[in-house]
């Protein structure tokens, strides 16, 4: 390994030996002669400042040839992220020195954020999208303070983020106050809860081999973020002469699946059902995994309660059973909950006055069925887990890696007698699903013309202008009644990619950017309806979209309210008796109205609205949607009714 | 089957048929001529009884485990006559040859005359003041600001229930809606809201919107 040619004792070792009184010493003669000139153990210290005056100029190490951050920069090109998404911090400067300059700017390609919660957010919607993690570079202590609500995000939603934490480790080498702040003694410890595995390598072989196996532990269901640490010193020390330092292999480890036993009995039981049904959250990671669902489904003639934690189901598929899903998984005699994250919930029901009150949902005796890689993993602390539910058969394994198996174990025990049943009683599904979609739509006529804009209309408005493209939905449509999943045909799986997962808002706007990053280059039209309260978060991402030419579609769901937060508090006015006409303070995002079109137009973005007539609003999507095909994001602010 | 369920079931049952055949009983139809009677107390109290409603209302209507409370009837006539017809859950379906729309008027009228005293007989609503008390009471929260209902909460904006029914249901919802009290919203501000919900039309069916056919 090459140094600096007029570099006889590199700089780590010169500012160690200076900080021990050493440093003259160490000037003055060969770096191995250094040790030997320490002084005795009880000697006085020497005066380093007269010390220092009296170092050469000429053995300050003032460049450095190869940095570790070089080798870093291989050891992340191994893994071929295609973006770095990153808020500056001078903890990880050498590291991003390397990357836009060594590594030549390119997978990964540095997409500037404004925040670390958007930098984080942006790899979540883009591992969704893509099936892969892209890396989040975040400064120490502040920079991961930011970040931590979206890592935990991310975590609940079991998604791969990667994540590299800039850290000054050597005491020894901080340069004054800031480092010292945003330095750290263990710098993951604030976030280990809910990362799956994180490290702090002390050498470059072992960030190389940490940086390998995060990777691997990432991207392995159940995925979760990780976390590694790179010292400061690790990357702006020089490679050592003669290092044997090396980038292992990346193998990916297969997903989990399940024990053949449980499989085959499990498709014994549902073979055997009168009415089994598919409960579905976060099984589809993939095409396939779509795929593999409706072939199941079909096999079966088993309807499918989407709760829509990905793309998993079709929604207008005979047997999507989700606009109905009470009353079908109450008319159940098997649920089979494939990667569901609330099995309590999906069979019980509760209701939620002073204190809340449970009661089964499913009919006595209906059996149940779990297939999640949640079994595999679980932390302690926080409590994304859920409430335990009792089941007659538990798989431990990732559901879309099990269906395989557990398809060709349901042929195998499908007679010709079932098989007629099932035709038979997937004619009744078929019919209530018609039915229950004719209910969507009849429900979608009322307040049809009201300003604000119903959530109704403005998905179909949407949904009319995007229907004949190639478009993905990559927002979630829980605070809008899930209209578009009620009216709009889903069938691929970039169609929907869920939530966030852990319900923490702000995580809207960055996952939606990220989603479209992932889609550019894919030539999909990526929409989003955008939640007002959870865009104020860290609005900065939209200038992050017109800065890196990232096309997407924003709908300003605008109700002007943390809406659900102005519900909870209009509930205990009520509760208490107090009045109920000052649930507003607190919730309420008006005086002065959020100009979110001028917002977007500060950012370089299109903006246009606020728009609070229906008819206005078809006209303004197609304008939008012509800048987005021309490469740029645009927002379209409509005000809305408040879901 | 669980055994409460077996009894509920056949609880069921048996009322539907009593419904059908008490109903289908020539002693008990209205005699109807062009124009329809005045609503019978005594006779809608007498197919109430024979045609067994008590077994899941109860006596006087005031509802048990099985069924809600239907006295003072919460829906308006017209309303729990389309009910009636074509019901949802596990109420059975009354079809015309089993009872006409005059004996289900007359079976209103007695549970009209079963309700306890209430004042909501002589409320008259003021839709404008309605309007304010909607916005200010922050029943849009959940039911939107014209009361066309989202996934938090039903539409009611057009209401099919009756203003008694409106002011029970308020008073001691049964869903997820929290209960208010008089304390908070008055009888009079709950038929001012009413008299607002009513100035909505009904919405147009989803086949005359070309949005909703694509």
């Known amino acids: ?643 | 089957m669980r055994k409460a369920d077996s009894v509920r079931q056949l609880i069921l049952i048996a009322f539907a048929l009593a419904l059908m055949l008490t109903l289908a009983c020539p002693g008990a139809r209205a005699q109807t001529s062009a124009a329809p009677p005045a609503a019978s107390v005594d006779n809608g109290k007498k197919i109430f009884s024979r045609a067994g409603c008590y077994a899941c209302h109860g006596m006087q209507g005031e509802g048990t485990n099985l069924a809600p409370a239907i006295a003072p009837p919460p829906l308006e006539l017209p309303a729990m006559i389309g009910y009636l017809r074509k019901p949802t859950g596990k109420m059975p379906a009354v079809p015309v040859a089993a009872a006409s729309d005059q004996q289900l008027g007359d079976i209103y009228a007695f549970l009209k005359s079963l309700a306890p005293a209430s004042n909501s007989e002589s409320l008259t609503g003021n839709a404008d003041n309605g309007k304010k008390l909607f916005a200010s009471y922050g029943c849009y929260q959940c039911h939107g600001h014209q009361g066309a209902g989202a996934a938090t909460a039903p539409r009611i904006a057009a209401t099919a229930l009756s203003l008694a029914g409106v002011i029970r249901y308020v008073r001691a919802p049964t869903g997820q809606m929290p209960p208010y009290a008089s304390k908070v919203v008055s009888d009079q501000d709950l038929a001012d809201i009413y008299a607002f919900l009513k100035t909505f039309p009904l919405p147009a069916p989803a086949s005359s919107i070309p949005l909703l056919n694509q």
Request: hydrophobic residues 40%.
């Open chain 1, 1 to 643: 390994m090459r140094k600096s040619k007029n570099d006889s004792v590199n700089r780590r070792d010169f500012l160690k030996a200076a900080a021990t009184g050493t440093a003259a010493a160490a000037a003055l003669a060969a770096a191995p002669a250094a040790a030997a000139a320490a002084p005795a153990r009880n000697a006085a210290p020497p005066p380093l400042l007269k010390l220092a005056d009296a170092a050469p100029a000429n053995v300050e190490v003032l460049t450095v040839d190869r940095p570790g951050s070089d080798f870093m920069v291989d050891v992340l090109k191994s893994l071929d992220f295609e973006y770095l998404c990153a808020n500056p911090g001078n903890s990880f400067r050498g590291l991003h020195e390397s990357l836009i300059n060594y590594g030549g700017n390119q997978r990964p390609e540095f997409i500037t954020c404004c925040h670390e919660e958007s930098s984080v957010g942006m790899g979540h919607g883009y591992a969704k999208i893509e099936g892969k993690p892209l890396l989040v570079c975040v400064h120490g202590t502040v920079g991961l303070q930011h970040a931590s609500m979206a890592i935990y995000d991310a975590f609940c939603d079991r998604v791969p983020v990667y994540i590299i934490l800039g850290n000054f480790s050597d005491a020894a080498l901080r340069f004054g106050q800031v480092d010292w702040t945003h330095s750290a003694q263990d710098p993951a410890a604030m976030i280990r809860d809910y990362v799956k595995w994180d490290d702090n390598p002390l050498s470059l072989q072992a960030f190389a081999e940490s940086a390998v196996r995060a990777y691997k532990i990432a991207t392995t269901p159940p995925m979760m973020p990780v976390a590694l640490v790179a010292g400061h010193e690790l990357q702006e020390d020089p490679v050592p002469d003669g290092a044997n330092v090396s980038v292992p292999k990346l193998t990916m480890t297969s997903p989990p699946t399940g024990d053949s036993g449980a499989v085959a009995e499990a498709a014994r039981l549902l073979v055997a059902a009168e009415n089994p049904v598919l409960v579905t959250d976060r099984v589809a990671r993939t095409p396939a995994g779509l795929a593999r669902m409706i072939e199941l489904a079909e096999l079966l003639q088993a309807p499918v309660v989407d709760r829509n934690g990905r793309m998993n189901f079709p929604t207008r598929h005979p047997l999507n059973h989700t606009e109905r899903a009470g009353a079908t998984i109450a008319g159940a005699d098997l649920i089979a909950g494939l990667e569901l994250t609330d099995f309590w919930s999906t069979v019980n029901s509760v209701r939620g006055q002073v204190s809340p009150t449970w009661r089964p949902s499913t009919k006595p005796g209906a059996k149940l069925i779990s297939v999640t890689a949640n079994d595999l993993y679980l932390k302690s602390n926080y409590q994304d887990f859920q409430r335990y539910t009792p089941v007659d058969l538990a798989i431990a394994a990732d559901a879309e890696a099990t269906l395989p198996s557990l398809i060709e174990a349901v042929k195998r025990q499908i007679t010709d007698d079932r098989k007629r049943a099932y035709a038979d009683r997937g004619a009744k599904h078929a019919a209530a699903h018609e039915q229950a979609m004719q209910a969507a739509r009849e429900a979608a006529t009322s307040g049809w013309d009201a300003s604000p804009i119903s959530t109704a209309r403005m998905s179909a408005e949407l949904w009319a202008q995007i229907k004949n493209e190639d478009w993905s939905l990559v927002s979630n449509c829980q605070f809008q009644s899930r209209w578009p999943l009620r009216l709009w045909d889903f069938n691929k799986h970039y169609h929907y990619i869920g939530a966030e997962g852990g319900y923490g808002v702000g995580y809207g706007a960055p996952a939606s950017v990220g989603a479209a990053l992932a889609n550019r280059k894919h030539g999909r039209l990526t929409v989003s309806i955008q939640n007002d309260g959870d865009l104020m978060f860290a609005p900065g991402v939209l200038w992050t979209a017109a800065h890196s030419r990232i096309p997407i579609l924003i709908l300003m769901h605008n109700n002007r309210a943390y809406h659900q937060e102005l519900m909870q508090i209009q509930i205990m006015a009520d509760r208490h008796n107090r009045g109920i006409t000052r649930a507003g303070i607190g919730n309420i995002l008006d005086d002065p109205a959020i100009d979110y079109a001028k917002l977007a137009q500060s950012m370089g973005m299109h903006g246009e609205g606020p728009i609070n007539d229906p008819k206005d609003l078809g006209p303004a999507i197609r304008r939008a949607i012509e800048v987005v095909k021309s490469g740029h994001p645009a927002l379209v602010d409509v005000l809305t009714q408040p879901r």
